[in-house]
């Protein structure tokens, strides 16, 4: 037992480090290009010491990197299979007895907790590096840049004021959050009951409530009316909307499911919002999916010949399931398919598939 401990974590040392290599690589590529693309918006819109350049691209760069982690597995698994078939420590497994079930153990529990880890720990830690990131950009290059998505449903927020909470959907934003246009807000009372909805060209944030402009106010049993101005209460400050209206990639995973929430409870669509949290919650299952998706294109013998061929083919697959997942997340959005069945499925079938591949190629 001792000797089958240590095997497992020499294995499992080698996915980790295969996969951090490549996750490293690709890290120091994006931060390169997305630096000399500050740079230029720079030199465009003014100077900017080139260490505030340089703070903001490392700030913004886990949110970029995050999605590269099922990237890195697959490669990096790709990478440290191959590189046991080469130095024969494979076959010398094989002969000890172990199955492919055996070694692969290792890099399964690897890919499980890197996961995890992306989902429950990277993934708020580039929320809140974005958000500060956005913040930064806006200080320095002295432009306003739109915090909010161009969905079909807007971004939105949920926000308390004096009168109750309410919640406000708008199609875009100016000064950093604080101005709004296009809005819709569904307004609460202090018990929770839904007491209006109010329809405004556009919203302005000042000290202790929004002014709604050209508001309509349709309330529950009245005729609707309408106001050249309309006051909603928010104890929101200037500080704090610009952390509440960001994109869904800017949402915390611990924070998704009381917006998510929120949205239904107000009739909006949560749909991005379920997209996302589904897409977390799958992440280790997915880095599992690649795992196995790697050893089938990396466990022949460098003897047999045809290696290139079958890693290249493994990438194209790789990058066909990654085609396939986006596919899959669109028709979810867009509400074509249950929302859990475009997120789940396609992992599912990634593993299913592989498994049967490797069935093949080990038992025949």
Same mark, same amino acid.
């Given at each position: ?10 294995i ?27 740079l230029?918006?720079?030199?465009? =819109?003014?100077?900017?010491?080139? =260490? ?11 949110? =970029? ?7 890195? %597995? ?19 497994m @094989? ?6 079930? &055996? ?22 830690m ?16 002295g432009?306003?840049?739109s ?18 909470q ?9 000064r @950093?959050?604080?101005?709004?246009t296009?809005v ?33 106010v349709?309330? %529950? ?8 101005? =309309? ?8 500080? @704090? ?12 995973f ?5 917006l ?24 280790? #299952? ?12 990396? #466990? ?7 290696? &290139? ?10 990058f ?36 049967? %591949?490797?069935?093949? &190629?080990?038992?025949?």
């Open positions: 037992m001792p000797g089958v401990s240590t095997l497992s974590l020499y499992g040392l080698r996915f980790l480090t295969a996969i951090f290599g490549v996750f490293g690589l690709c890290t120091v590529l994006i931060f390169m290009i997305d630096f000399v693309e500050l230029r918006q720079a030199g465009k =819109y003014g100077s900017v010491p080139a =260490y505030m350049l340089a703070w903001i691209t490392f700030l913004r760069l886990p949110a =970029y990197t995050e999605i590269l982690l099922p990237f890195a %597995v697959l490669v990096g698994s790709i990478s440290s299979l191959l590189l046991l078939a080469r130095k024969s420590e494979l076959a010398v @094989r002969a000890g007895g172990m199955s492919v079930w &055996q070694f692969l153990r290792p890099g399964i529990a690897v890919a499980v907790l890197l996961g995890i880890f992306s989902s429950t720990v990277f993934n708020p580039a929320a809140s590096a974005r958000d500060r990131s956005e913040r930064l950009y806006s200080e320095v290059f432009r306003e840049s915090l909010l998505g161009k969905g079909g449903s807007g971004t939105w927020l949920r926000q308390d004021g004096a009168d109750g309410s919640v406000l959907n708008a199609a875009s934003a100016r @950093r959050g604080t101005e709004l296009t819709t807000a569904f307004v609460y009372d202090k018990s929770g009951r839904f007491s209006e909805r109010v329809d405004a060209q556009q919203a302005k944030l000042e000290e202790g409530f929004w002014v709604l402009e050209n508001a309509l349709s309330r %529950v049993g009245k005729e609707p009316e309408t106001f050249g101005k =309309y006051l909603l209460s928010t104890y929101l400050t200037p500080e @704090r909307v610009v952390d509440a209206l960001g994109s869904v990639i800017s949402v915390s611990w924070e998704l499911p009381d998510i929430y929120v949205a239904e409870k107000a009739g909006l669509s949560s749909s991005r919002l379920r997209i996302q949290y589904e897409l977390l919650l799958t992440r280790p #299952l997915l880095c599992v999916a690649m795992v196995f998706l790697a050893a089938t294109v990396s #466990l022949r013998s460098f003897r047999s010949g045809g290696i &290139q061929t079958m890693v290249v083919t493994g990438m194209i697959g790789g066909g399931f990654f085609l396939f997942m986006e596919i899959s997340r669109q028709i979810g959005t867009a509400g074509l398919a249950p929302i859990w069945a475009a997120v789940w499925v396609p992992v599912v079938l990634a593993i299913l598939i592989s498994v049967t %591949v490797l069935l093949h &190629q080990e038992d025949g």
